[in-house]
């Protein structure tokens, strides 16, 4: 919505509504609030509205945006600028790959707590928490684990971490669920915010999860009053590892709880299924023209997970590389290689600030970089010294990996692109890019 020249965006309004707001000013600054939508008779021919939102939380909770839309029609909105994008700048249309499962796909969520209740925030509303009494989008068991933890702080009011008072113990609860286990994280105060209730809930929800979900572990890990985050580093092991077991691709992997994987993993393994194929081909190429094994570099590498990947697929690599910025990530990706007989090292390095000595040179360069996308340095380093003649971006914000392509592209083009909805009922796309260097013949 626009108003007095600047553009506001409107949560779950559509063409035709009425909008009523305020905007709340502090010196400089302001701040858009939404007070009321009234919502419009009838709506143009071109939007199409979804008969079941799927959720008692639709056009209130932010953690899906877009329930209220018919999905084939959000699913072609939301892929039309990028498509067509890539089309007029790159000449490349990428593939399109919609959700094949629309509810139990995300592996991870994190809850706030407030008090009593657990749950996630309205848009643009961070100090409100929703008293969720579902969330579809979760794999099994998390709804009913969601549901133990908002029956036990209603039933031991005085563990739940009060916003209004800054005082309390539990503060976030983070469900991560994968293939063959999971973890629950319970971000607190620590032994600071201890009460009766809180150990009478922690012992509550041990007693729970071995009864009922005994492939669950169980860590804590703990912040300071004020700070804001869930799941930080350094928690402890309360039931359990503090790692879960999820996979990619038909791979096997080991998490640490504080490490990111991918939240949607079938839609993601989907989308890596659709740029592998071609991807195989031209390094197969490459190693059967100049006679030798490859080297592959992987940055922003995590745990090593689509380094797996690639090494499971193609078996014609000499040496792997990764570097990541988190050390709990770096130490699981080097117990995952020290088992293969090629050269592999991981390194902790910032990849903000790429050191001086930081080497590009490979066969294929492998990158899927936060939503930030590439670092201003780093993107640049890539297009002044990388040789590779492959590049595999992949990236869960496309507008800004378009805005990298821009810099890579003085070097490299984009030969195959697929789109891929691995965040159903939100804004978010997800796009695999293979890139092959102009100068290079393979």
């Keep these: 919505m626009e108003f007095r020249h600047k553009k506001y965006s409107v949560p779950f309004a559509l063409p035709g509504d009425l909008v009523q707001f305020k905007i709340l000013r502090k010196g400089r600054k302001s701040k858009f609030q939404v007070v009321h939508i009234e919502y419009a008779a009838e709506y143009p021919d071109y939007i199409v509205r979804s008969e079941s939102p799927g959720c008692a939380h639709a ?27 890539m089309e007029q700048e790159f000449q490349c249309t990428p593939a399109l790959l919609p959700a094949t499962n629309r509810s139990g796909f995300r592996n991870r969520m994190d809850y706030a707590v407030d008090g009593s209740r657990i749950g996630l925030r309205p848009p643009q509303d961070f100090e409100t928490v929703l008293d969720l009494t579902e969330c579809p989008v979760l794999r099994s068991p998390g709804p009913s684990l969601l549901a133990a933890c908002r029956e036990l702080l209603q039933k031991f009011p005085g563990a739940g971490w009060s916003r209004s008072e800054n005082s309390g113990w539990l503060k976030y609860v983070t469900i991560r669920i994968g293939q063959e286990s999971g973890v629950v994280v319970l971000t607190t105060a620590g032994e600071a915010g201890e009460t009766d209730d809180s150990r009478k809930l922690l012992e509550a929800l041990i007693g729970k999860m071995q009864d009922q979900w005994p492939t669950l572990n169980l860590v804590e890990t703990v912040t300071d009053p004020g700070q804001e985050l869930s799941c930080t580093p350094g928690g402890r092991a309360l039931l359990g590892e503090a790692t879960y077991k999820d996979s990619l ?8 709880y504080d490490s990111f994987f991918q939240p949607n993993p079938d839609a ?7 740029i592998l194929g071609p991807t195989l081909d031209k390094l197969s190429l490459i190693s059967s023209v100049h006679k030798r094994k490859l080297s592959l570099l992987d ?6 997970v689509l380094s797996a990947v690639l090494a499971h697929r193609f ?7 990764g ?11 080097r117990q995952e290689f020290a088992r293969w007989p090629l050269d592999s090292n991981f390194y902790v390095t910032d990849l903000n600030n790429p050191p001086q000595d930081l080497s590009l040179q490979a066969d294929l360069i492998v990158m899927d970089p936060p939503r930030a996308g590439l670092s201003p340095a780093l993107c640049k380093k890539i297009a002044e010294t990388a040789t590779a003649p492959l590049i595999l971006y992949i990236s869960c914000n496309p507008e800004t990996q378009i805005r990298d392509l821009r810099i890579l592209q003085t070097q490299y ?8 909805d691995c965040f159903p009922f939100t804004a978010h796309m997800e796009q695999a890019i293979l890139l092959t260097r102009k100068d290079f013949a393979i």
């Design 59 to 85: 056009g209130i909770c932010g953690g899906c945006r877009s329930r209220h839309l018919d999905y084939d029609f959000q699913f072609e909105w939301k892929s039309r600028t990028i498509r067509e994008t």
């Design 249 to 256: 691709c038909g791979v096997s992997f080991a998490v640490p």
């Design 268 to 274: 993601f393994s989907n989308l890596m299924e659709s």
């Design 299 to 304: 940055l922003y590498c995590g745990a090593g």
């Design 315 to 321: 078996s014609e690599w000499q040496e792997i590389r």
């Design 323 to 333: 570097y990541e910025f988190v050390d709990s990530a770096v130490n699981i990706a």
């Design 413 to 420: 083009q984009p030969v195959t692109a697929v789109l891929a």
